[in-house]
């Protein structure tokens, strides 16, 4: 993130906010833990860049907060973030204009994290991990909307039995059957290595729904069981990505956790097909299929 604010000018912008701790940045958006009344939270500082810079809009950065407040409002399962207590506002800091709020702090580590610490999950964590993104995502379908965004360092692990796996980030997320809002740089918005070979169409738009995200879904299941990325390959070039994404067969789960079920595996291979109609018609549909495994 450009221009991230430093603990000393956003405690003066928001002294309100104590106990201050930068977690991490990203794109526009920085995130802080602090204590918020009672209660330690996650404080979202997201830059808002002038009118006159390139290459920016800030119609579009303000739309998109507002678009993942109003779809987590929305939202009832414990298998996505949910807000925190600090509603949005616009904030001067160090001459520069930000939005803030916040969600709830989880304390846990992200998929990613295990995935390079070399974490090699079983078959009862990979099935309660599918079921929490199902989860997540058919609460993301009920509200029309997709996420757009599901990958493994946007899903937290935490040592909470009732409370597993959490998927956080609605950032780019889109509303279906709503107006879509513009990807900085003319590409759809996403992560390349999670993105469903549609979204590489000149009328991706068209073919958005949500068996784009249920492809995400089975790409990160697929990675934090076998360790390594069904298509990608590392230190590869983005053209290269690109054309194993849309050209080439992914690896076969079995071959590489030939431990787990093989209705599992199958399970996991189909969602990550490229035509999106040989994939699960929704999450739901996949819960559906996983009923039963243990």
């Known amino acids: 993130m450009e221009y991230v604010p430093n603990i000393e000018d956003l405690g003066r912008a928001r002294p309100d906010l104590r106990g201050l701790e930068f977690v991490a940045a990203g794109g526009f958006k920085a995130v802080f833990k602090a204590s918020v009344g009672d209660r330690s939270e996650a ?29 987590l409002r929305l939202c009832r399962t414990k298998c996505l973030v949910s807000l925190g207590s600090l509603e949005l506002q616009a904030v001067a800091i160090g001459g520069r204009d930000y939005l803030i709020y916040s969600e709830e702090f989880l304390a846990g580590t992200s998929l990613k994290s295990r995935i390079e610490g070399g974490h090699r999950p079983d078959t009862a964590e990979v099935l309660v991990l599918a079921r929490c993104l199902l ?13 757009r965004d599901i990958k493994p360092a946007n899903v937290i692990a935490l040592a909470a039995p009732r409370r597993p796996f959490v998927l956080l ?12 809002l513009t990807a900085r740089g003319g590409g759809p918005p996403g992560t390349l290595l999670y993105m469903a070979p549609e979204l590489f169409r000149p009328d991706y738009r068209d073919a958005l729904d949500i ?3 249920v492809y995400s879904v089975g790409v990160t299941l697929f990675e934090y069981a076998a360790g390594v990325h069904p298509l990608a390959r590392r230190g590869e070039d983005v053209g290269t990505t690109i054309y194993r994404i849309l050209r080439q067969p992914p690896s076969k789960l079995r071959d590489l956790r030939p431990e787990l079920p093989e209705r599992l ?4 291979d189909r969602c990550i097909k490229k035509r999106q109609a040989l994939r699960y018609r929704n ?9 039963g495994l243990t």
Not at 170 to 178: P, V
Not at 283 to 291: G, I, N, R, Y
């Open 43 to 71: 404080v979202k500082v997201i830059y808002i860049p002038p009118e006159a810079e390139e290459d920016s809009s800030r119609e579009e950065i303000v739309a998109r907060v507002k678009r993942e407040i109003d779809a």
């Open 135 to 147: 989860k997540a995502l058919r609460e993301i379908e009920r509200i029309g909307h997709i996420h």
């Open 169 to 180: 980030d609605l950032g780019i997320a889109f509303k279906l059957h709503g107006t879509e």
């Open 211 to 213: 068996r784009s995200d």
């Open 265 to 268: 595996c199958q399970a996991i």
């Open 283 to 291: 999450p739901q549909a996949l819960l559906d299929e996983l009923e």
